[in-house]
């Protein structure tokens, strides 16, 4: 059951430049969609997350951008730094359910 | 800040034993889950909880699997009989009210070793 994914295991990005996440996914009830980010023997941490009412929210250094024809979001961390490498969860919800369906993940490395 | 906390951190058990994982969800916060996530695998829903009932449940939640809010502020899972594939990061999450505006806040875990 692959709702939602995250096709991209690994990034390395150098610090200071643009990281770029995606995600994609497949049920267009899905009505709200948020990113967490996770470091090792830690709980997933709320980062940001949009509605599918909107294509764009931002929060400081990271903005998330909705595509709902293409069924596809994406995070933007700008500047990337040493701190931000931790693996990022794509998760999904719907108001009619209250569970959020996640992606596997990508790993996130900032090159100092 | 604050957070969701969850007790033990790491759960060494034997198969067909029974274990209690425990959370204490922020204070404010009325709706309450549980998720899992076998390692190298996604974080998967387990069971949402609200005013004392389940509201919802997924597939892996089966009867070995129980939750319980036994005072104002814990909340927790209970495992029947261990098996080898529950081993498992375990997390737990709480909101404060079921909108999309509003945000599941996870705790830091607890790895669930099975042997």
């Known amino acids: 059951d692959q709702q939602v994914k995250q096709n991209s295991p690994s990034l390395s990005v150098q610090e200071g430049r643009i990281s770029i996440l995606n995600c994609d996914y497949t049920n267009s009830m899905f009505d709200y969609f948020l990113w967490y980010k996770k470091y090792p023997a830690e709980g997933p941490t709320f980062l940001i997350s949009?509605?599918?009412?909107?294509d764009k929210n931002e929060d400081g250094r990271f903005t998330v951008f909705l595509n709902k024809s293409a069924k596809h979001l994406s995070l933007h961390i700008v500047p990337s730094q040493p701190g931000d490498s931790a693996v990022y969860f794509c998760?999904?919800?719907?108001?009619?359910?209250?569970?959020?369906?996640f992606g596997t993940g990508t790993r996130l490395t900032i090159i100092p | 800040e604050p957070e969701v906390t969850q007790t033990p951190s790491h759960q060494v058990t034997q198969m067909g034993q029974e274990v209690i994982l425990r959370c204490v969800p922020i204070s404010n916060h009325l709706y309450f889950y549980w998720y899992r996530q076998i390692l190298g695998q996604k974080v998967e829903f387990l069971v949402s909880?609200?005013?004392?009932?389940?509201?919802?449940k997924s597939e892996i939640f089966d009867d070995q699997f129980s939750v319980e809010r036994p005072d104002g502020s814990n909340f927790t899972l209970k495992i029947r009989s261990t098996k080898l594939e529950d081993s498992a990061m375990y997390f737990c999450?709480?909101?404060?009210?079921?909108?999309?505006?509003?945000?599941?806040?996870f705790g830091p875990g607890t790895r669930l070793t099975v042997l």
């Open positions: 949009i509605s599918s009412i909107k």
């Open positions: 909880f609200y005013n004392n009932e389940i509201s919802e």
């Open positions: 999450a709480s909101r404060r009210v079921a909108v999309s505006t509003d945000t599941q806040y």
């Open positions: 998760a999904a919800g719907d108001f009619g359910n209250e569970k959020l369906t």
